[in-house]
């Protein structure tokens, strides 16, 4: 990271924690550092509690599956967790990046934002990436049904194939049954056509 900047978020995670920072980068006008899941919850904690910097609303987390993308990348390992902090103190945002393989944690920031207990579930249920300290209930999903198998966002899962049954117990269209293009269509075949679904 560079010496000083005129941002004091940055010049904390500069003075205290510089040899944490994996990779610091502004893109469209923000700012990105990337961490090892372990040193996350210091750093995390850092910047909420100094004076100078004050992060104190947590807005949120979101997860990404890498497994296919073929492009260089900011941060190595299959899951990416990012988290968007923003402190009214100083008026500043901040993105901090980690990333998992499958099989390792994540230390979860409930502790230090009661905030981010909902989201973490939620990418747990999702992707399957778990959050030391708040980790999922055996047998039960946060978003989907107890019974669901897998985790529905990672990418590879297929694409649609299902039919949706409603509380009738009447059956809903399967994707492949109302095919309309539209201007999104961003390859061969339209989204649960037999290429893509397998039915």
Not at 6 to 29: A, H, T, V, W, Y
Request: hydrophobic letters at 35%; aromatic letters at 10%.
């Amino acid at each position: 990271m560079s010496a000083e900047t005129s941002r004091p978020d940055l010049d904390l995670l500069n003075k205290k924690f510089s040899k944490l920072i994996l990779k610091q980068f502004e893109n469209r006008g923000d700012q990105y550092i990337c961490v090892k899941p372990a040193d996350l919850p210091s750093i995390v904690e850092a910047l909420k509690n100094d004076p100078s910097t004050k992060y104190d609303y947590f807005v949120e987390c979101v997860g990404v599956d890498y497994l296919t993308w073929q492009h260089p990348r900011d941060i190595e390992g299959r899951f990416e967790v990012v988290y968007n902090l923003f402190s009214l103190h100083i008026n500043e945002r901040l993105f901090i990046k980690t990333a998992v393989n499958e099989g390792e944690t994540i230390p979860t920031l409930k502790e230090i934002f009661l905030g981010a207990e909902y989201p973490e579930r939620e990418i747990q249920d999702l992707y399957g990436v778990v959050f030391a300290g708040n980790e999922p209930v055996e047998g039960e999903r946060f978003l989907l049904p107890d019974d669901w198998v897998g985790f529905p966002l990672r990418k590879d899962v297929g694409l649609g194939g299902e039919d949706v049954v409603f509380h009738e117990g009447t059956e809903g269209p399967a994707v492949e049954d109302i095919q309309m293009p539209h201007a999104g269509e961003s390859f061969e075949g339209t989204t649960g056509s037999s290429e893509i679904s397998g039915r």
